[in-house]
């Protein structure tokens, strides 16, 4: 059993950068990979990026690529997902999941624990 939970989220003008992270308890002596999700009011849950036990491989949705980095630091059982250039259109519930078969996936269904998601809206 993995607890997943998210840091606040926020709001932020277009161009700014907003820091999220996440922190994981429980079940946290065995390797798992993290991902981040979000979902749009009507729109179905979107992979936005993914990063395996070690941090020495990453994923990104090519709409964050370049603009977000997803990082990790195991000893504080902590993921972050830096946001930069921020877009009216990454407005969204942003969630974080975890694969505890440490495969690095963007499908939802693929992740077995998730947190109860932030608010970030990025104002124009």
């Known amino acids: 059993q993995v607890q997943v939970v998210e840091s606040v989220g926020g709001l932020v003008q277009a161009g700014g950068s907003l820091r999220l992270s996440c922190a994981a308890s429980?079940?946290?002596?065995?390797?798992?990979?993290m991902g981040w999700f979000r979902q749009a009011p009507g729109k179905e849950r979107e992979f936005v990026a993914a990063i395996s036990w070690t941090g020495g491989n990453t994923d990104y949705a090519d709409s964050v690529k370049y603009r977000f980095t997803i990082s990790r630091d195991n000893a504080k059982n902590t993921v972050y997902l830096q946001m930069n250039s921020l877009k009216p259109e990454d407005t969204a519930v942003y969630y974080c999941?975890?694969?505890?078969?440490?495969?690095?996936?963007?499908?939802?269904?693929?992740?077995?624990?998730w947190g109860q998601g932030t608010q970030v809206t990025v104002s124009s």
């Open positions: 429980g079940r946290t002596f065995s390797p798992y990979a």
């Open positions: 999941a975890a694969n505890l078969a440490a495969k690095l996936t963007a499908v939802v269904y693929d992740y077995d624990y």
